[in-house]
């Protein structure tokens, strides 16, 4: 059974964001949720990583860059807590409770994946955050 604020947030992502590729945890929940935004949203299979269960944040911050051999404009990686709350509270600079499903949208100003991994040359802005299926910002 799908949780309400997945069937939500899965929603609120295909009416309203393009993902170009998604970027997931290969642990069985999180893949789960992978193939059902990615039958939603047409796009490609998602890209399996073991290293993102229970990763920290920089982990998660260089996954685009450490698992693609292209250079897709908008990526959503799914992932586990803490370490994807904590990205997200430290991209936003601001606390966020990042529950199960929760979806943080960010600017990033960068040409490339690989520049996020220089923490210094990124700027993030959150234009989105989706919790519960709805969204708060």
């Not at 997931?24 to 890209?47: D, G, K, L, M, N």
Request: proline share 6%; charged share 15%.
């Amino acid at each position: 059974e799908i949780m309400p604020s997945l069937v939500g947030s899965e929603m609120c992502i295909r009416d309203r964001f393009e993902i170009d590729l998604i970027v997931s945890s290969s642990a069985a929940r999180t893949a789960q949720t992978a193939e059902i935004v990615a039958t939603e949203c047409r796009i490609t299979s998602p890209i399996y990583s073991r290293s993102l269960y229970l990763a920290d944040a920089n982990t998660y911050r260089n996954a685009p860059a450490d698992l693609l051999d292209s250079n897709p404009p908008a990526v959503l990686v799914i992932g586990h807590n803490p370490g994807i709350s904590t990205l997200i509270n430290r991209w936003s600079e601001q606390y966020h409770s990042v529950i199960p499903a929760s979806v943080g949208v960010f600017q990033l100003d960068v040409e490339y994946w690989t520049d996020v991994a220089q923490p210094t040359r990124i700027a993030a802005t959150l234009t989105h955050f989706i919790s519960g299926g709805k969204f708060q910002q």
